[in-house]
């Protein structure tokens, strides 16, 4: 029998070999989910570009209108390095994007960082956490991203596949805004005489009017489908101020996607799609290519008082030629019309929006909190405000157009929220008593009360980390009942219940849909009618919360979550980064 012997040495050198394996395992194991590292530069420039046979200067993302695409895999890093050529102060916001722990590279101005001004330069540095499907960047910053804007596309994990069938090309579909007039002048002018801004001149499919307006039959959006083939087309609303129904003549949709989360899938000839929010659909083109063209067309949901612009953009679907076919017959295919609902539908936007749910499958799950530990009620709306002594308003009593949540009317400061939290030097900047109901009961979908005016403020709403919040918002008929988009920055919500009328907090909860609801990051408060929404506050920082209607933005119908430091070091912000924009 032969005794083995073992000297410290040995051992050493066996735990060793052991523990490198394990390491060396896990290395792999995190490599192979973990992403890489993707770089991409933005030079803000002006640009002159012509539409409706006008030429004007544009605020550009590197000379390109729609901006470049983003496109990058879940997991991976970005670094995003903006330098500021032009003359306004800018920022960028990566729209939906969680931002976990990195408040810092959100982007709105004022809330996560003063702007970039001219000359200047900030990295945004983020990691794509858990999320996979269409998402958008656009500035965050007076009017900017009227031209500023573009698509981001974020693929799930290398080998994973989604969870529909795989198509044969991705297209993105990103909707915008155009003005004949330069629109910080239009802004501007705004606000300083206490008026509506001026309305658009035309809506866009990537940058491009099409054949509804006035010379623009060259620039429209073409295209061109195989025959039998499935398409995802990524739908972007960047928009400024309307949401948009779009329907393609003659071909049905199907709905994969929202807000970069999954959801069941559902058949549609008519997409609803408010600023601020992503679709993803199918279209699967007909089994044999027909003799004609076909309309995609968008046009306003529009349900306030105010005046909109009521026309149409319309892209052009083209079949590929069969061989077969001649070329003069292909010039001359006649073009199909798509039918869009009245613009002030809000039954079937109703309709439309209760079609989303969650896959809430074992792979995709629906994460809803059960337990509730917050609960707030907002009134989201209009009103006015007195204009200062020195300024003459179009208003009553020289009073001017106004919007708030809860009768507060988000006053900007001129130091980021973010800094003045992050170094406990909020005081003299903003307050953490935004009020949790709405400071007077009135009937809110009937007459409305004979004071509208409202109280100004910097507030906001302190959260401890990691706790439930249940939200309520409810439209005002305050200048007349509006739909109202609302995102909510730094996290996705679950909506999970929407009526008409004023909610009733005895008998809607019961209604309320906690098994799939659908999971977003911005959602229509109906026109004279409210919405439910849940969300866990696990992301510490300071997350705005505003109406993606610029013009509302604008007039103060925003406000602010301050998400507290939990205690493990995972669950606190770090120190921000050392190019941090200086106010």
């Known amino acids: 029998m032969v005794s083995l012997v073992l000297t410290s040495s040995d051992i050493f050198r066996a735990l060793f070999l052991a523990l490198s394996v394990v390491w060396l395992l896990s290395d792999l194991a995190f ?63 990566w729209h939906g994007i969680r931002q976990i722990r990195s408040g810092w590279a959100d982007g709105p101005a004022y809330v996560t960082q003063c702007p970039i001004q001219t000359g200047q330069s900030y990295v945004y540095n983020f990691t794509l956490t858990g999320q996979r499907g269409t998402l958008f960047w656009h500035a965050h910053i007076s009017w900017l991203r009227a031209t500023l804007y573009g698509p981001i596309v974020i693929l799930p994990k290398k080998h994973a596949s989604y ?26 002018q705004a606000m300083a005489t ?13 940058g491009l009017p099409g054949p509804s307006y006035n010379c623009s039959a060259k620039d429209t959006f073409k295209l061109k489908v195989k025959a039998g083939k499935t398409y995802l087309l990524r739908l972007v609303n960047a928009a400024l101020n309307d949401e948009l129904f779009f329907r393609v003549a003659n071909h049905t949709l199907t709905v994969v996607e929202a807000d970069a989360v999954y959801v069941k899938p559902f058949k549609t000839d008519i997409v609803l799609i408010t600023p601020g929010q992503t679709t993803n659909v199918l279209l699967r083109a007909k089994s044999k290519t027909p003799s004609a063209k076909f309309a995609m067309s968008a046009r306003p949901y529009a349900t306030g008082p105010a005046t909109f612009d009521n026309t149409t953009t319309i892209g052009i679907l083209e079949y590929e030629k069969s061989a077969s076919a001649s070329k003069s017959n ?28 969650s896959l ?64 406990n030097k909020s005081k003299g900047v903003y307050t953490t008593n935004f009020p949790t109901n709405p400071p007077f009961k009135f009937n809110y979908t009937g ?38 988009p609302l995102h909510l920055h730094g996290f996705n919500f679950f909506v999970l219940g929407q009526g008409v009328g004023n909610f009733d907090p005895k008998k809607d909860p019961a209604k309320f849909n906690l098994v799939d609801p659908a999971e977003r990051n911005t959602v229509g408060v109906p026109a004279g009618g409210w919405v439910a929404i849940r969300f866990l506050a696990d992301n510490p920082g300071v997350w705005f919360m505003h109406c993606h209607l610029e013009v509302h933005t604008s007039w103060g119908l925003k406000m602010a979550w301050v998400v507290n430091d939990g205690k493990g070091r995972k669950q606190k912000l770090p120190p921000p980064p050392a190019d941090l924009p200086k106010c």
Request: net charge positive; hydrophobic share 40%; glycine share 6%.
């Open 360 to 423: 809430a499958t074992a792979k995709f799950p629906a994460k809803v909190p059960k337990n509730v530990d917050r609960r707030f009620f907002f009134t989201v709306g209009l009103g006015i405000l007195p204009c200062s002594k020195n300024q003459t308003c179009q208003g009553p009593n020289n009073t001017r157009p106004a919007a708030a949540v809860n009768n507060v009317s988000f006053v900007q400061p001129n130091i980021a929220l973010l800094q003045a939290h992050f170094f």
């Open 330 to 357: 292909h010039k001359n295919l006649p073009l199909l019309k798509a039918k869009l609902p009245q613009f002030n539908d809000s039954s079937y936007a109703m309709k439309f929006q209760r079609k989303f749910r």
């Open 31 to 93: 490599a192979k989910h973990a992403g890489i590292t993707r770089h991409y530069k933005f030079d803000i420039k002006m640009q002159s570009v012509t539409r409706l046979c006008q030429t004007k200067n544009i605020v550009t993302v590197n000379g390109q209108f729609p901006g470049p695409r983003i496109i990058a895999r879940e997991g991976d890093r970005l670094l995003i390095k903006v330098v500021n050529h032009v003359k306004y102060n800018v920022t960028i916001h």
């Open 163 to 188: 969870p529909f069938p795989h198509p044969y090309k991705e297209v993105p579909i990103v909707f915008g805004e155009w003005w004949k007039a330069d629109t910080e002048t239009i802004i501007n």
């Open 447 to 484: 007459t409305p009360p004979k004071n509208i005016m409202l109280s100004s403020g910097t507030k906001l709403v302190a959260l401890p980390f990691n706790i439930s919040v249940e939200l309520v918002m409810q439209d005002t008929s305050i200048l007349g009942a509006e739909s109202h």
């Open 194 to 206: 206490g008026g509506a801004p001026n309305i658009s001149d035309a809506f866009t499919i990537n």
